[in-house]
């Protein structure tokens, strides 16, 4: 089936971490074999962002202020532009997909409102997230209210859907996934481990920090490299510095796919602690690149990860239970290459392109 035209509307991306450029672009080159016209609204985006040079993109920049009042009006002036837009491209039983998309207020309004098939996607519930905030709550509230009152809710994976606890009470469900694009395993692998993330509440960065400053009192020999960006990112930073673990563990921040690539490269673990998750874009590329995980088992990353098969379960988001993960990680170091196997031949049976797009055409006809 080959549609005409499809919308996408997606939150404004951030200046200092667009991570989330990675996954929309990866959903556009499915969407992209079913329809012949794609409209991007978002903000802070530019088509230099993405692979797919056809699309069309309605940009719209999303200022910010440190005046909360400045930033309060920059939102509203944010929203009623992207809702215009909305207006303006959006007809009835056109299909509409809300991809991280909880922070477009208007635009979901004035979509519903002109009858459009909204498909909104659902990801990881933050109220599971230890310390969540009144932000969190805001979030989690709007989030429930749109996927209830759109045509379609769709998720990554199904076990997303249990981490919202009953609150989805839509039933018209699609599961539409992404995947890997580097399906290649290296053997450059040095004594170094991962973790891509964004620096935030709810990934435990901070705390795996303290973890590994202890794990190298056994394994000096082990570095830990940080690639993302956040609001702990300083937090993260002053402790290094100030426990003088520069030599050990790197804050790269942000990267862009080839530099971040060319880092991985040389991981011999992802490490991933978290409170909640859609399908985490971060395991599928490493382990699609042979990179075993040690990550929480929540939400679809027990359908992806089995301990000690092809990755590591952390029992516990604490900083114990996250250096116990990795000493049995390295406890079981000589049976490393069948578990790098298994977690990459995972990748290659469930999570490639060619897999996410025949799984999209069967959701395309419902």
């Known amino acids: 089936?080959?549609?005409?035209?499809?919308?996408?509307?997606?939150?404004?991306?951030?200046?200092?971490n667009k991570s989330s450029i990675t996954s929309l672009n990866k959903f556009i080159n499915i969407v992209s074999k079913f329809y012949k016209q794609i409209y991007i609204i978002a903000g802070n985006v530019n088509i230099d962002d993405f692979e797919n040079k056809t699309i069309r993109i309605i940009k719209n920049n999303r200022n910010r202020s440190s005046n909360k009042i400045y930033n309060f009006l920059l939102f509203i002036c944010f929203q009623i532009k992207t809702g215009i837009d909305t207006l303006l491209y959006v007809n009835k039983n056109i299909d509409v997909y809300f991809w991280i998309a909880d922070g477009m207020l208007i635009p979901y309004i004035i979509a519903k409102i002109l009858g459009a098939k909204i498909h909104y996607f659902i990801y990881g519930n933050p109220l599971k997230i230890k310390t969540h905030n009144n932000s969190e709550y805001n979030t989690y509230k709007r989030i429930i209210f749109f996927a209830n009152h759109s045509k379609y809710v769709?998720?990554?994976?199904?076990?997303v859907f249990d981490e919202w606890e009953g609150k989805i009470k839509n039933y018209n469900r699609k599961i539409i996934h992404l995947y890997a694009d580097n399906l290649k395993v290296t053997n450059i692998k040095e004594h170094k481990i991962g973790m891509l993330c964004r620096i935030a509440d709810g990934k435990y960065v901070y705390e795996s920090i303290i973890a590994f400053q202890e794990f190298i009192k056994d394994f000096p020999e082990w570095k830990l490299e940080i690639v993302g960006n956040g609001p702990l990112k300083n937090i993260c930073e002053n402790y290094i510095n100030k426990n003088k673990l520069n030599t050990n563990i790197t804050l790269y921040g942000w990267q862009d796919f080839n530099n971040k690539i060319q880092i991985m490269k040389k991981w011999y673990y992802l490490l991933f602690p978290t409170d909640t998750e859609g399908l985490p874009n971060s395991i599928l590329e490493s382990?699609?690149?042979?990179?075993p995980c040690i990550a929480s088992p929540v939400s679809s990353i027990t359908d992806i990860i089995t301990d000690e098969i092809n990755g590591f379960y952390i029992k516990e988001n604490s900083i114990e239970q996250i250096k116990c993960a990795l000493y049995n990680a390295i406890k079981l170091i000589n049976t490393y290459e069948q578990i790098s196997i298994n977690a990459y031949n995972c990748i290659l049976d469930n999570y490639t392109l060619e897999k996410s797009i025949k799984d999209f055409s069967k959701t395309i006809c419902l």
């Open 1 to 16: 089936m080959n549609k005409t035209k499809v919308i996408i509307i997606s939150n404004p991306v951030s200046n200092t």
């Open 154 to 159: 769709c998720a990554e994976n199904s076990k």
């Open 287 to 291: 382990m699609g690149m042979g990179i």
